[in-house]
C-alpha cells in the first residue's frame, strides 16, 4: 500500500512539475464517427499475393477522453484513450450461381479500446483559434469483432436462421481468428475555437491482422502465408472540449 501511495505521489509531482513548463494544456473528452476497416486477401490464386480485395467496413461511434499539451511554439502532442462500437449488416448474396435462393448475409458487431499519442502542431490564424495538423501510432485492442451468418430460403424470410456466429478474437479456426492487438499510424487535421475542437484522419494498420501466420489447407495440409496478409485501417472525426484548459 505503501509503495502504491508513492508512486501515486511521485507521478502527481512529475505531472505538476511538466505542467509548470507549459504554456498551454487541457484534458477534456470527445465524441464522434468511426469507420473500422478490415482489408483481406483472397484466397483465391487468381489475384495477387497482396490484393486486399476482402473489405469490411463497419460503421459506429467513437468516445474518450483526452489530454492536450503544446511544448513549443505550436508543437505539442494529443494523448488520450478512446472506446468504439461499430456495426454492419451486409446486403443479401445468393449461394450459389445457378439459383437466387438460398440467399445468406453477414452481421457484424464491434468493440475494442484504443491508447493514442498524436503529435502535432498548431497554426495560431486568430486570437484562440487553431488549424492543426497531427500523426502518431495507436495500440488498438479488440474486445470483440461478431460475425453472425444468416441464410433465408425466401423472399418472405420466414425460414430465416442463423448459420454460425463468431467471435474472429476467439474463433476455434486458426485461418479465420484475428490478433487482439492492433497497431496503427494516424495522419490528420484539426480545427480548434478556444476549448472547442475538431478532429479527423485516416489511421493505417501498419500488422498483419491475422493471428496466424499460416493459412493451413484442410484437405492437403499445405501451408501457405499469401492468404493471411491484410491491414485494419480506421477513418475517424471527432468533436470534443476541454473541461480543464489554461
Not at 502532442?77 to 468504439?84: A, F, K, L, Q
Amino acid at each position: 500500500m505503501k509503495r502504491i501511495f508513492f508512486t501515486l505521489t511521485l507521478c502527481l509531482g512529475i505531472l505538476t512539475a511538466m505542467a509548470a513548463d507549459m504554456p498551454k494544456q487541457g484534458f477534456g473528452f470527445q465524441i464522434g464517427y468511426a469507420q473500422p476497416t478490415l482489408r483481406l486477401n483472397s484466397d483465391n490464386t487468381l489475384y495477387p499475393r497482396d490484393s486486399l480485395i476482402n473489405i469490411t467496413q463497419l460503421h459506429g461511434l467513437k468516445v474518450g477522453v483526452v489530454y492536450d499539451c503544446s511544448y513549443w511554439k505550436g508543437l505539442g502532442s494529443s494523448i488520450g484513450i478512446n472506446y468504439t462500437f461499430a456495426a454492419k449488416t451486409t446486403g443479401w448474396q445468393p449461394a450459389g450461381t445457378l439459383t437466387r435462393y438460398p440467399e445468406y448475409r453477414h452481421s457484424y458487431m464491434y468493440h475494442q479500446v484504443e491508447a493514442f499519442v498524436d503529435w502535432q502542431y498548431k497554426f495560431e490564424i486568430a486570437k484562440e483559434t487553431y488549424l492543426m495538423l497531427y500523426t502518431g501510432p495507436t495500440i488498438q485492442c479488440g474486445i470483440a469483432l461478431y460475425d453472425k451468418k444468416e441464410t433465408r430460403e425466401d423472399i418472405t424470410g420466414l425460414n430465416l436462421h442463423a448459420e454460425s456466429t463468431r467471435n474472429r478474437y476467439t474463433d476455434d479456426d486458426p485461418n479465420y481468428i484475428l490478433r487482439r492487438v492492433n497497431v496503427t499510424w494516424g495522419v490528420g487535421a484539426g480545427f480548434q475555437y478556444k476549448r472547442y475542437f475538431i478532429r479527423g484522419g485516416y489511421d493505417f494498420g501498419i500488422i498483419n491482422p491475422y493471428k496466424n501466420d499460416y493459412y493451413t489447407n484442410s484437405i492437403t495440409g499445405e501451408r501457405m502465408d499469401r492468404y493471411t496478409r491484410g491491414r485494419f485501417d480506421q477513418w475517424e472525426i471527432k468533436i470534443g472540449a476541454y473541461l480543464l484548459y489554461q
